[in-house]
Every structure is written in structure tokens, then in C-alpha cells.
């Protein structure tokens, strides 16, 4: 079973500074229905003007992964990691029993265009920690490249929840499947471009809920799409 969720129909927030689009709910947008999927509980998409972004605040007890799309993300926090996170990278940062961290646009003259996702953790009290990994468009071209998982295999970065992420770029008629095995679900979401899954087209800021599904089929519906893939525990 397919579940389209469409990019339009997201929670929206536009600080001037930051405009944001939620596909769970967030903030100051709440919908019962849209509470998050298996363990993955947020996937926002924000843009945020040149120089601006988050002061430092703190999180407890959650996964969070940065995906940049263009742009460059500034992040700062207080076990002492600093680094600049550019289209390629993925971040992983385990806020566990606590952690203070900021996010600045890093041009002083671009935006930067972000996707901030939060995976629920396997179990509460992990030790704060902080990943960061680049891997090149080719990698990912015409292919699921697994840029996180449970046991950091592969080159991608731990995340502490079963849960596998896969990031592929799509030019027409590329192509690429992904086995669901029993107990486990899925969830789509279509970053850049446009897609057809299992006979479902989406564009830009659709996801999908995937489950009782044995394969998922992904092509390319134009010249540069980007997708994310997320294979967990159902």
C-alpha cells in the first residue's frame, strides 16, 4: 500500500528569515494525522535567507540528520564540533541526554535550502555525538547509495534506530528498486525533481508511507531529481 503525501499540503512557517515546510507535524503546526512515520519523525524542508538561521537551542533524546540541497549550513555546538555542511554532505547528530547546537546560512549572499530530519533513537540516554560525510553525485547516480544506517556500514553515517536511509539522484529513464522485506515499511520523500514510484508520480516536496509492499520501483521523470529513501522497522 502507497500513501501519497503531497509536498503542497505540508505545515507551513515563514519567518521571513527562515521559510519552512513541514511534511509531520512541528512548531506551531499540529495534525493527528501527520504525526510522523515508524520511527521517523520529522522531515522539514527550510530555506533560510544569507547570514540568518538558528541561535543556539537545545535538543534531548533524537536522531537529527541535515541534508543540504544548495547552499551552505553553518553548525556549531557545545561538544565542540564546527563545520560547514554542503550539497554531498549528511549529518548526523545525536542529541541523546543533550546537546546545544546552532545552524547559521553560512553565504553572505545565498540561501541556503536544507532538509532537517529527526529520527526517534532505539532508546533514550545515548551518549551526545556528531557525524559528518560527504558522498560525491556520482555515488548516488542512477543508484541508492546508503548514506545511514544502524551500523554505519558502507561508508554511511550511525544512526541509532534500525533504520536505513538511501539518497539517489534520477535522470530519465534511470531506474532503481528497493526490496521491503516482511516487518518493515518505508517512506519516499522526492527532494529535487520529479519521480513516478511503484506507478505514482510525484514531484518536489511529495513523500509517500510504502507498506505491505515487496519492492519499491524509482525512476526518473526528468533531467535532475533527487529522492530519499528511508527502509525501517514497520
Do not use: C
Not at 112 to 124: A, D, R, S
Not at 176 to 190: D, K, L
Not at 211 to 218: G, I, R
Amino acid at each position: 500500500m502507497i500513501t501519497v503525501r503531497s509536498g503542497s499540503d505540508r505545515g507551513k512557517a515563514n519567518f521571513g528569515w527562515l521559510d519552512s515546510r513541514h511534511t509531520f507535524s512541528f512548531g506551531n503546526y499540529y495534525d493527528p494525522a501527520h504525526m510522523g512515520f515508524g520511527t521517523l519523525r520529522v522531515i522539514n524542508e527550510d530555506k533560510v535567507t544569507p547570514s540568518q538561521g538558528f541561535s543556539t537551542h537545545g535538543h534531548r533524546d533524537m536522531e537529527i540528520i541535515s541534508y543540504v540541497l544548495s547552499g551552505e549550513l553553518a553548525h556549531k555546538d557545545n561538544i565542540g564540533n564546527g563545520s560547514i555542511i554542503r550539497p554531498g554532505d549528511v549529518q548526523r547528530m545525536s542529541a541523546g541526554t543533550g546537546i546545544l547546537h546552532s545552524e547559521y546560512n553560512a553565504s553572505k549572499t545565498e540561501p541556503v535550502h536544507f532538509l532537517q530530519i529527526w529520527v526517534l533513537p532505539e532508546h533514550t540516554g545515548i551518549e551526545p555525538g556528531y557525524e559528518q560525510t560527504y558522498f560525491a553525485p556520482a555515488e548516488k547516480q542512477g543508484r541508492l547509495r546508503l548514506v545511514g544506517s544502524r551500523d554505519g556500514r558502507d561508508g554511511s553515517v550511525t544512526i541509532h534506530q534500525d533504520l536505513n536511509l538511501y539518497a539517489a539522484n534520477l535522470s530519465a529513464p534511470e531506474t532503481v528498486t528497493q526490496a521491503i522485506s516482511p516487518g518493515r515499511v518505508a517512506w519516499v520523500h522526492v527532494a529535487r525533481g520529479a519521480v513516478n514510484l511503484n506507478g505514482y508520480d510525484l514531484t518536489a516536496g511529495d513523500g509517500a508511507a510504502v507498506s505491505d509492499e515487496a519492492t519499491l520501483t524509482l525512476t526518473g521523470n526528468g533531467d535532475d531529481s533527487e529522492v530519499l529513501v528511508f527502509d525501517m522497522a514497520a
